[in-house]
Each structure stands twice: as C-alpha cells, then as structure tokens.
C-alpha cells in the first residue's frame, strides 16, 4: 500500500492512544493482568496480553464452597461489547468444570480456555489475538476484564468488573485518495502540423519560419507505439497573383511536405491524401475583423465577382503594404492532419509531443503524463488544466498534488472542479478529515457509499479522535 500521505498526517490529526497498563490487578489477590498490545487499524484489533494468577489465589477457591473462578476479556465501547475470552480457573486439585458451566461461558463465547492454579507458583497464561474490529469498534473502545467466583456447582457472582484495563491504541491512518479514469486513452486523435514557404517557393525550405522543427513531431509517431491511419496534406497559396497561379503553387506546396514526410519516415503509402487548395484568405480575414480602418471595413463588406478582383481592390488601399508584410508570410504554408492511435502507452514518446505541441495532448495523455509517479506532476497538470480546464481528471491530480503539498484547502477548490463522482466525494473527505473536520468527512465517505477507498476511509476515520 503507498503511503502517501503518511508523512503529514500525524501533524493534521490528534491521535488516541494510551499506554496498556502494567501490572493492573484484576481482583483483590487473584493476580494481574499485562497489555502489551491492544491497538485499533480500522480493519482489525490486535490485543496481546498475560495474565498471571497469585499462588495464593488458593485462599479463594480452595475455601469450602468455593469451586473456581472465571476470568473474561471484553472489548466494550458504550452499549456494545464483544467478548476476546473466557478462562476458567480451577483450584490446584480441583475441577470447577461441568455442564453448567460450560452451557454458561459458552452462552457467551465459543473461546473458553480451562487451567489449573498452582499451588506454590503463580499461574501464567498469555493471550495474543487478531480480532475483525465490528462496525463501532473505534480508539475509545476499552479492554475490560471481568473476574466472577464459582461458589458452589451451579452458582457464579461477580466479584469484579467489567473493568478497564487498556484503552485502544490507534495506529497511524492512511487515507485512500481515488483516482479518475479520464477515458479511453487509445482512441483515434490527431495531430497537426505545417510547412511554411516563401513567396512563389514550392520547394523545402528547412531554415524557413518554424520549419525546422516543424516536422520533428511527426517522427514521434513514427513508431510501433503508434498507428497512423490516414496523413491529409493541404497545400495552400497568399492571395497575391492569380487564383490559378495560386492553385498550383499550393498544390507544389503540398507535394512538397509529402515528399519530405515519405522520405524522412516509414509511415504507409496508402495514409496520404495530397491536395492544394488554393488561396488562404483566413487571415487576411482575421486581420480585417481586427482593424479600425474604415476602408478595409468596406472592402470587406464588398461582392466582387471573383478572387483576383477582390485582391486587386485590396491592393489599392494603405493597410495592403501592412497586410503584405505581416499577413501574407503565414498565409504561404502546406499542413498535415495526421490520424493516429496509440496503441501502447510510450511516456517519453508522448513526452516528446508535450514539449513540442503541448496543445495536442489529449486529455487521457495528460493525465497518463502527469500520474507516472507515486508524486504527480504538477507542471503537467497545470498545462493539462490551461487545455481541459474542466477535465475532471485532471483536477482530481491537481487536488491530490495540492493534498501532498499539505495545502488542504486548495485541494479542496481543484475538487468543487472535478464533478460529483464516488471518487470525487471520497476525496472531499479525506482532505475533510485531513482538516480536522471529521463530521462533514463522515457525510462525503458516506455519498460515496460502495467505492471500495471511502469503505476503508470511514474506518480509518474512527482512529480521529
């Protein structure tokens, strides 16, 4: 089980836990009894303890009547009690057992255990047991013992008892954090990328824009990790020249990228789709809904017969020299949408599209990333959360980061973002209990009735004192 969130639970919570007494008499001159264990873990009680009868318990039961006496250990909290053993003690030579007794002490448990005292010694009898702690079993629950006399065959008193002899030692809690599956991690995604050229240029141009890396993320797929099923290249052209000039300078653009893909990778032939597409008006577009200038706004506004008129008009007017500077570079390019899936997770592979198009994770990607180790990334989180800002996932890391962080409170804003799930709930509630505040921890771990964490976290939540 990890740990995680042991090194700051001791400085968030109160513990219970009190010493087992040493050496409590349990009754007059009978003996003692020594806990050297009694501790509560949510799922089990472990009690260790001896018991030790006085030799000189003869000058109680060996007195004419007197047949023996029974000892019997009990975990008790409240109302509640749950019975660890019966022993029956018989005078050195003597026997105080008979079917009455039996049917009694078996009445009350089926771990009865029989000895004689000695005569000139005491009597030492060790008790060591593992106990599947009930639903009220808590660190307030006592071990008690309670000593009754046999005064004649059928005829016990109670001479002492129940009395408290420990008190449940609560071991260290472990909270369980739940985690969230964001989805199927292997479904189809995409991935793009482009090539830019310069003025009437077809041809690669490596040390042109970002060319350089541009094409680098496709070596990434280019892997048994992945299984690229379809590369679609589009070839385009800025709006300067003419509508056909452009056309098949776009459609060169885009022979171009696919030549250069084919020959740096092994990816399929059949996966291409190659086409030009002409002139790229988007961003003169762009750059129009952006500006003030009354003129392009008019332009704009205008129906021109076709493409090359509408350029024509557009160089007459003064933004032409700015938009031929400053637009028209970006509007020269050939880009590819590559259709993949990933067939195995590889996370340097998928490390390697992170620092390159962050953007095009998916958001199972992210949290695949961000959950590589016991300890989140936060950074890859936060990146996540700046793409999938609703991402339930990914905000579930964010609060568990946050939680091992000892920052409670923000744990708890990431989880008001995560939704409403089992999960969630149950991880409300431990950064609940990790505050303290116990009452409304038991209400979250209970919503989230059924997930196997929040079963457990209610457990560990009766060792809050």
Known sequence: MKTLFKGFLIASLMFIGVAANAQTRIYSNVG???VTKAEYNGDQVDLAYTITIDPDVQNIIGLKGKKGIVLTTA??????????????????????????????VEDVTNNVRYFNAKADEPLVIKSNYTLKAKDWTSPDTRLTITTQELKKAECLVRLNGPKQVAKLKATDIVPQWANLNPGDGTAEKHLSTKLYYPVNVTKEVDDYLENAQALNIL??????????TAIKINGWASPEATVAYNQKLSEGRAATMKEIISNRYSFPEDVYSVSGNGEYWDLVEA???ASDDPALKKWSERKFSNLD????????????KDIFNTVYPRSRFADCDVTYKLVNFDAAAVRSIYNTYPEQLSEAEYVALASLNDNVDKAVVEKGLSYYPDSEALNNLAAKAAVAEGNYRG????????GNSREVLNNLGVCQMLLG???AATQSFQRAFGLPQAAQNLRELKKVE
């Open 32 to 34: 003692t009894i020594d």
């Open 75 to 104: 975990l008790a909290e409240g109302d509640f009690k749950q019975v660890v053993e019966c022993l029956v003690i018989s005078p050195a030579k003597g026997n105080a057992r008979s079917a009455w007794l039996e049917d009694r």
């Open 219 to 228: 070596k990434t797929l280019d892997s048994p990790n992945f299984d690229v």
């Open 287 to 289: 750059y129009v809904a």
């Open 309 to 320: 008129s509408r350029e024509a008009a557009l160089k007459q007017l003064s933004a032409y």
């Open 411 to 418: 744990a708890i804003n990431y989880l008001q973002k995560a």
């Open 437 to 439: 505040q116990k009452e």
